[in-house]
């Protein structure tokens, strides 16, 4: 088992930045366990389907949505159990719940993004 936990949401205005964080904990985390994991980044407004934002495998390579390449960066702390998504030149379209996800359907419970003047 794995429980995630984020954190770092808020309202910002457009063109700013936020860091996202995500906690690991639970027996599948720990020890070496949570390095073992590919970490995710999804988000999702109401009414649409959630959708990966960025991905950081195990070694370390990154992958991102077009729509954030360039803006948000992910990366990860296994000795803290802690993935980030650095987030900057938000724009309103950015506005959502982002939540971290790993392994087959380990998901947190997603913390609020509003991007707004």
């Known amino acids: 088992q794995v429980q995630l936990v984020e954190s770092g949401g808020g309202l910002v205005q457009p063109g700013g930045s936020l860091l996202l964080s995500c906690a690991a904990s639970?027996?599948?985390?720990?020890?070496?366990?949570?390095?073992?994991?590919?970490m995710e980044w999804y988000r999702q407004v109401p009414g649409k389907q959630r959708e990966l934002v960025a991905r950081i495998t195990t070694g370390g390579s990154t992958n991102y949505a077009d729509s954030v390449k360039g803006r948000f960066t992910i990366s990860r702390d296994n000795a803290k159990k802690l993935v980030y998504l650095q987030m900057n030149s938000l724009k309103s379209e950015d506005t959502a719940v982002y939540y971290c996800?790993?392994?087959?359907?380990?998901w947190g419970q997603g913390t609020q993004v509003t991007v707004s003047s």
């Open positions: 996800h790993c392994g087959m359907n380990y």
């Open positions: 639970g027996s599948g985390a720990s020890g070496s366990g949570f390095s073992l994991y590919n």
